[in-house]
Structures are given as C-alpha cells and as structure tokens.
C-alpha cells in the first residue's frame, strides 16, 4: 500500500472485529512508528498499549465515574476552546449529524445518542487501546510532534489492514488515568487510540468526514 492510498481510505474506526492482535506484530508496529517526524530528535512522546485483562480494568475504572457525571473529570485542558468559532464549530458539528445519519438515530433520540458516545468508553469494542502520554512541561512544538507520531500510527496501521480512532474524550479523565498508570506527577494522558481490525459491515464504518475545499484553507502565493 503506498502512502496515498492508505491517507485516503484512513477514517476513524468505531466499531471493530474482537480479533486479538498478536503482541509481536504490535510491537513491530510501534516500533516502526518510531521514525516519526521529531524535532530535535526529542520523541516527547510515550505510549501505554492496553489489551485483555489490562484494558478491561480501564474501562472498568472508567464506568462509575462517568456515571456519577458524565461529564467526567475537571481538567484544565480541553478537547476544544471554549466558544469555538466559525467555521470550525460548523465542522465538528456536521461531522457528528452524519455519524448519528450513518446509525439512524435522530436527533430526537438523546437516550440513544448518549448510549452511543458510550461506546468512546469502552473502545468501541477495539481489542487493543493506547493512551499516548506527554510530559505537561512540554511546549507546542512537542505537542505537534506528538501529533505526528500518532499520523505515522494511524497509516502503519492502515498497511495492516488495521483500524484506528483517536479519541481525546479519554482526556475527561485524565486524573484517574494518572493515577491508574501511575504516571509521573508531571505526566498526563493526552488521548486515547481504539485499534484493531475494522468491522466492515457496521454503518459506522460507511462515515467518511467531509473536508473543506483546498481554496478554503490554502493560500497560494508566487505561483
């Protein structure tokens, strides 16, 4: 598969077939990702890979305190700005209506809307789990590093015939994930990322997120 095809065709992953993935061919992956973009050669990222027992303990970690507020923990990092604006609130919005389109479940269903996005937290029943973790100290540009290295995950993994979704609604709970992994006290969970192989038959998996056109988000100068 070349790079072109495996951009194209990458979507987010939410619903997967319970195959387990083999711990070497993992390892491979994960080590092949570390050739990542990095500036400086920093590689300011670390990732905890979660499967069996292990990511059923954090999904049952997770339950009771969703339940006691779905909302999740406070944090002082949001998933997005507060008040996001024009034209991206429109995006994210759109980009939602036609998951609930390609699941047939309106927007009058909120019972059914919310049993959904519960799924985000059990990992759509994806047989491994990551959590890339950041050290809090870094800058903006390790950030963007990291970004990249979670793009050089989701394209390997495209190779292999895997599927992936990055899920930053892990970052509601990013003080019981600390505790859970015991990071270190300047250690944070920035997502989480549901992999395996995609179940193709589900309607989820006919989403396909609209991109805005090239004129809209590209200048062209000295042409």
């Not at 009058?108 to 789990?129: I, Q, S, T």
Request: charged share 25%; net charge negative.
């Amino acid at each position: 598969m070349d790079v072109s095809k495996a951009v194209d065709q990458r979507i987010s992953t939410r619903a997967f077939l319970p195959d387990a993935l083999p711990e070497a061919e993992v390892r491979e992956w994960l080590t092949q990702a570390q050739r990542a973009p990095s500036g400086g050669n920093v590689q300011p990222w670390r990732t905890i890979a979660v499967t069996g027992q292990a990511k059923d303990d954090v999904i049952a970690m997770a339950a009771p305190i969703l339940a006691a507020d779905p909302r999740g923990q406070k944090t002082d990092r949001p998933i997005y700005p507060k008040d996001l604006w024009e034209p991206y609130e429109a995006r994210r919005r759109r980009v939602g209506e036609m998951m609930y389109e390609a699941l047939d479940i309106p927007r009058e269903d909120r019972p059914a809307r919310l049993a959904w996005f519960a799924n985000n937290f059990r990992f759509f029943g994806a047989p491994l789990a990551l959590f890339l973790v950041i050290d809090e100290r870094m800058g903006h540009g390790q950030w963007g590093h990291a970004g990249m290295y979670l793009q050089t995950l989701a394209l390997l993994a495209e190779e292999r015939g895997w599927g992936t979704c990055f899920q930053e609604c892990w970052g509601v709970l990013r003080p019981a994930l600390k505790e859970h992994f015991n990071l270190a006290p300047t250690e944070m969970i920035w997502c989480g990322v549901s992999v395996g192989k995609p179940d193709k038959s589900h309607p989820v998996n006919t989403l396909r997120a609209e991109r805005a056109p090239i004129d809209e988000i590209v200048e062209f100068h000295g042409f």
